[in-house]
Nanobody, 124 residues
Framework: QVQLVESGGGLVQAGGSLRLSCAASGRTFSSVAMGWFRQAPGKERELVAAIGRSDSNTVYADSEKGRFTISRDNARNTLYLQMNNLKPEDTAVYYC?????????????????WGQGTQVTVSS
Protein backbone atom coordinates (compact mmCIF):
# COMPACT_ATOMS: atom_id res chain seq x y z
CA GLN A 1 0.00 0.00 0.00
CA VAL A 2 1.06 3.55 -0.74
CA GLN A 3 -0.62 6.62 0.72
CA LEU A 4 -0.28 9.89 -1.18
CA VAL A 5 -1.14 13.41 -0.06
CA GLU A 6 -0.82 16.36 -2.44
CA SER A 7 -0.38 19.99 -1.42
CA GLY A 8 0.60 23.29 -2.94
CA GLY A 9 -2.32 24.03 -5.21
CA GLY A 10 -4.07 27.38 -5.30
CA LEU A 11 -5.05 30.39 -7.35
CA VAL A 12 -2.39 32.11 -9.44
CA GLN A 13 -2.36 34.62 -12.26
CA ALA A 14 -1.29 33.65 -15.75
CA GLY A 15 2.49 33.68 -16.02
CA GLY A 16 2.89 32.80 -12.36
CA SER A 17 4.39 29.72 -10.72
CA LEU A 18 3.37 27.05 -8.25
CA ARG A 19 5.14 24.06 -6.75
CA LEU A 20 3.08 21.01 -5.95
CA SER A 21 4.24 18.43 -3.43
CA CYS A 22 3.14 14.87 -2.87
CA ALA A 23 4.04 13.17 0.40
CA ALA A 24 4.20 9.39 0.16
CA SER A 25 4.10 6.76 2.87
CA GLY A 26 3.60 3.05 3.27
CA ARG A 27 6.24 1.64 0.96
CA THR A 28 9.87 2.32 0.11
CA PHE A 29 9.47 5.46 -1.95
CA SER A 30 12.63 4.92 -4.00
CA SER A 31 11.22 1.66 -5.40
CA VAL A 32 8.10 3.28 -6.85
CA ALA A 33 7.63 5.09 -10.16
CA MET A 34 5.60 8.27 -9.75
CA GLY A 35 3.56 10.60 -11.88
CA TRP A 36 1.50 13.77 -11.93
CA PHE A 37 -1.83 13.84 -13.73
CA ARG A 38 -4.51 16.47 -14.06
CA GLN A 39 -8.20 16.52 -14.77
CA ALA A 40 -10.19 19.54 -15.88
CA PRO A 41 -14.01 19.64 -15.67
CA GLY A 42 -15.56 17.56 -18.43
CA LYS A 43 -12.22 16.18 -19.56
CA GLU A 44 -10.36 12.94 -19.07
CA ARG A 45 -7.49 12.62 -16.64
CA GLU A 46 -4.23 13.21 -18.49
CA LEU A 47 -0.54 12.78 -17.85
CA VAL A 48 1.40 15.87 -16.90
CA ALA A 49 4.76 14.26 -16.11
CA ALA A 50 6.20 10.97 -14.94
CA ILE A 51 9.42 10.06 -13.20
CA GLY A 52 11.13 6.75 -12.78
CA ARG A 53 12.46 5.23 -9.61
CA SER A 54 15.52 7.43 -9.90
CA ASP A 55 15.05 11.03 -10.99
CA SER A 56 17.19 10.63 -14.08
CA ASN A 57 14.29 9.21 -16.10
CA THR A 58 11.44 11.65 -16.78
CA VAL A 59 8.62 12.01 -19.31
CA TYR A 60 6.52 15.11 -20.00
CA ALA A 61 3.36 15.78 -21.93
CA ASP A 62 4.13 17.99 -24.92
CA SER A 63 2.20 20.97 -23.58
CA GLU A 64 4.25 20.98 -20.35
CA LYS A 65 7.73 20.62 -21.81
CA GLY A 66 9.89 23.55 -20.83
CA ARG A 67 7.38 24.89 -18.29
CA PHE A 68 6.99 22.10 -15.75
CA THR A 69 9.63 20.08 -13.92
CA ILE A 70 9.00 16.85 -12.07
CA SER A 71 11.43 15.76 -9.39
CA ARG A 72 11.61 13.53 -6.38
CA ASP A 73 13.42 13.51 -3.06
CA ASN A 74 13.70 9.88 -2.03
CA ALA A 75 15.15 10.83 1.36
CA ARG A 76 12.02 12.88 2.12
CA ASN A 77 9.55 10.50 0.40
CA THR A 78 8.27 13.44 -1.58
CA LEU A 79 7.40 14.08 -5.21
CA TYR A 80 7.38 17.61 -6.64
CA LEU A 81 6.00 19.40 -9.65
CA GLN A 82 7.42 22.85 -10.33
CA MET A 83 5.07 24.73 -12.66
CA ASN A 84 6.23 27.94 -14.31
CA ASN A 85 4.60 30.28 -16.81
CA LEU A 86 1.18 28.95 -15.93
CA LYS A 87 -1.66 29.39 -18.38
CA PRO A 88 -5.45 29.41 -17.84
CA GLU A 89 -5.64 26.07 -19.66
CA ASP A 90 -3.53 24.56 -16.87
CA THR A 91 -6.51 24.94 -14.54
CA ALA A 92 -7.42 21.48 -13.22
CA VAL A 93 -7.26 19.17 -10.25
CA TYR A 94 -3.75 17.76 -10.08
CA TYR A 95 -3.16 14.24 -8.80
CA CYS A 96 -0.02 12.38 -7.90
CA UNK A 97 0.08 8.66 -8.45
CA UNK A 98 2.33 5.71 -7.70
CA UNK A 99 3.18 2.73 -9.90
CA UNK A 100 5.08 0.12 -7.90
CA UNK A 101 5.19 -2.54 -10.60
CA UNK A 102 7.17 -0.92 -13.43
CA UNK A 103 10.21 1.36 -13.76
CA UNK A 104 8.26 4.29 -15.24
CA UNK A 105 4.61 4.73 -16.23
CA UNK A 106 2.76 7.15 -18.51
CA UNK A 107 -0.76 5.71 -18.61
CA UNK A 108 -3.42 6.07 -15.90
CA UNK A 109 -4.08 2.32 -15.84
CA UNK A 110 -0.47 1.63 -14.94
CA UNK A 111 -0.83 3.43 -11.62
CA UNK A 112 -2.13 1.58 -8.59
CA UNK A 113 -2.33 4.39 -6.03
CA TRP A 114 -3.68 7.93 -6.24
CA GLY A 115 -3.83 10.96 -4.03
CA GLN A 116 -6.96 12.98 -3.39
CA GLY A 117 -5.91 15.81 -5.71
CA THR A 118 -5.15 19.49 -5.31
CA GLN A 119 -6.88 22.28 -7.21
CA VAL A 120 -4.84 24.60 -9.42
CA THR A 121 -6.64 27.61 -10.84
CA VAL A 122 -4.93 30.01 -13.24
CA SER A 123 -6.66 33.32 -13.88
CA SER A 124 -6.16 35.27 -17.10
Amino acid sequence: QVQLVESGGGLVQAGGSLRLSCAASGRTFSSVAMGWFRQAPGKERELVAAIGRSDSNTVYADSEKGRFTISRDNARNTLYLQMNNLKPEDTAVYYCAAAPQIPIATMTWQYDYWGQGTQVTVSS
